[in-house]
């Protein structure tokens, strides 16, 4: 056990380098010279300030000899400075990630919550309308976009009914009502596509446990039927549905950028796009390394589970 | 499987319009499509005309739709944001398919090092949300129309890719590879005439479900500002724009938020109906 985890620590190393790399070449990949990119458009710097900043950010060095000093900087924990924000890079993305986290988890609970109950009684019903009307719920909300979903959200509970506030962050330990009342919305709206589609592969999975020998020999001992659907078709479905969610991981992380942009949440979603429109190109480099981390975490986590999970799963 | 031969795509369609899905959401995907083409004739005005003295108008005789905090005519916008949906739509999926075709092939039929060191690139471009990718072009880019369809294109390269490599390599080890071979055809013809011609269900079938998806990413990045100019009438821009007016005119937000909801309802029918068809797996 210890030693598949070890394996598997070892094999996100590659992924790790490949992504720091990414994030590296953004600075080199944007127009005109690093500084530049650095400092933000529209900065006019005197020759003898440019050059010394280029000695002091290594940019005369070998490209390689950069990567490695970048890297040693990245790995203290100094992720640059934000001069568009006027404010350190790691400083800001630790302020507003476990905000991020705070939202993304309510969301995937959300989702899960709705999609299990949900996917489980469209199949144990299948060719009902039971069925045929969640599959419908289904699709609808894969075809409403996250962001429509949001402004009607707001239109109708702000807006028109008045129970919940338009936008804004409040922090949920320090008033609890008040941060879950700003949190709902979101939450929805960021949850919606991905609980249509996990309706949609619960019900399949499901369908196709249910038909298995295992079931047929269970309902022959006489194991009452919902003992069978939870204990014994719902563990095995749960091995597939894990996978599944953990592909899904990611679409939380992008829906986040345009959610928190509606909702006015100050997390890390917010802060990709206001570094990608504002060309805050060490802001940038700092949220592509956080989005590539939190996906190997992410994965890192699933492999892990699974053994915990399928004890037929061994990694040899 | 669906047959690239003529019989075959005739029995293919008498299987399609059973399905129910695929003709609803075939219906829809027409009737959008001919508002599209028909954009000019069907609008009853100019959608980038303003009326100053009709400004926010609710739904009435002479605005069917209202109008936005410019006078425009909502449902003129509407139905040219039609129009550039799928235009958007095509391009992006075009752009998606030149790269991601290629690449597929090119990986599935030689396989070793070429495969792996093309897939290793792909997945790790896929540990990025495709909102955020192309976010990021955008920014080493810049900002506009032209540049946003190219971003979202690319982004979905590696998806096609992925897909197009794990058809081509169950096929390279069929029979008429050999015979191709025995007839004395280089390896690069092989891979782009006989063994393309055989991922042509699967090529549709991606296509047909990535068009919703990019559609949306455009949208999405139309919504934030980053897609085309603020007078363009677009529906991600339309919703956008609107949300500050909403308290006093709903309209002028939920005629586009309703259009572009049933589009991407009508292509998911449809692809949902072809897939079930072609009996292909899109998911990875």
Known sequence: ?316 | MMRTSFEGWRRDLRVLCRSKLAVTGGIVLLVIGLIAVLANVLAPYDPYEPHYDNVLEAPCKQFLFGTDIMGRDILSRVIHGARLSLVVGLCTVGIALAGGVPAGIISGFFGGWVDTSIMRAMDIILTFPPLLLALLLLAVAGPGESNAIVAVGLVYVPKVARLVRSKALSERNQTYVEAARAIGRSSLGVAFIHVLRNCTSIIIVQATVTIPETILIAAALNFLGMGTSPSTPVWGLMISRGRDFMGVAPWVVLFPAAALSLLVLGLNFFGDGLRDVSDVRTTL
């Open chain 1, 1 to 316: 056990m210890l030693g598949y985890v070890i394996r598997r620590l070892l094999y996100t190393i590659p992924m790790l380098f490949v992504i720091s790399l990414l994030s590296f070449m953004i600075l080199h990949l944007a127009p005109g010279d690093p500084i530049t990119a650095m400092l933000g458009p529209g900065t006019a710097l005197s020759e003898e300030v440019h050059q010394a900043l280029i000695e002091k950010y290594n940019f005369d060095k070998s490209i390689l000899t950069q990567y490695m000093l970048w890297l040693g900087t990245v790995m203290r924990g100094d992720l640059g400075y934000s001069f568009s924000m006027s404010k350190s890079v790691t400083s800001m993305i630790r302020e507003r990630f476990p905000r991020t986290f705070l939202l993304a988890l309510s969301s995937f609970t959300l989702s899960v919550l709705v999609a299990l109950p949900l996917g489980f009684i469209a199949a144990t019903k299948q060719h009902t309308w039971i069925d045929q009307g969640a599959m419908l719920f289904a699709l609808i909300g894969i075809s409403i976009p996250n962001f429509v979903l949001a402004v009607l959200l707001i239109l109708l509970f702000s807006v028109r009914l008045g129970w919940l506030p338009v936008m804004g962050f409040v922090s949920i330990w320090e008033e609890p009502w008040e941060g879950i009342r700003h949190l709902i919305m979101p939450a929805m709206a960021l949850g919606s596509v991905v609980t249509a589609i996990f309706v949609r592969y619960v019900r399949a999975e499901v369908l196709d446990q249910l038909h298995r020998d295992y079931v047929v020999v269970a309902r022959a001992k006489g194991i009452r039927e919902y003992t069978i659907l939870l204990k014994h078709v719902g563990r095995n479905a749960s091995v597939a549905l894990i996978t599944i969610w953990v592909l899904y991981f990611a679409r939380y992380l992008g829906g986040t950028i345009i959610i928190e942009q509606v909702f006015s949440w100050p997390g890390i979603g917010r802060l990709a796009f206001k570094a990608a429109s504002g060309r805050d190109y060490p802001l940038l480099q700092g949220v592509i390394l956080v989005f590539g981390v939190t996906y190997i975490v992410a994965n890192l986590l699933t492999d892990v589970i699974y053994v915990f999970i399928d004890p037929r799963i061994t990694y040899d």
